[in-house]
């Protein structure tokens, strides 16, 4: 983990971070919340992404959903990416379209993921 990564990317959990991990090509922080977070450690996360460009990345479910609206009420610089409802959680999406998410945020994805894209 580098200070100077500009990008970070926030996820739920493990699973979520490795998959993102696996897609992303550039150097770009990946953090965890698990699931919940405290608005004291909220807090303290913000403090530290002040100059950086954030990215929340959260499960299409409510739990997902209300740490999404946590972080817009508290983070709203953030930058909020999508994954399609019908896959629920970030984990269990396909790598073409968490890669074509990323790839709209302007996140460097290894382009193995977007050949595999469909037309």
Known sequence: MDVFDEKVIIVEGTTDKRKVKGIVKEPVEIICTNGTISITKLD???DSLFYRDVYILVD???????LRKQ???????AEHLYIDKMYKEVASAPEKHLASVLTGANIDV?????EKRMS
């Open 44 to 46: 303290e996360l913000i």
């Open 60 to 66: 299409a479910d409510e739990a997902g959903e209300k």
């Open 71 to 77: 972080f817009k009420r508290e983070f709203p610089e």
């Open 110 to 114: 290894h382009t193995e993921y977007l």
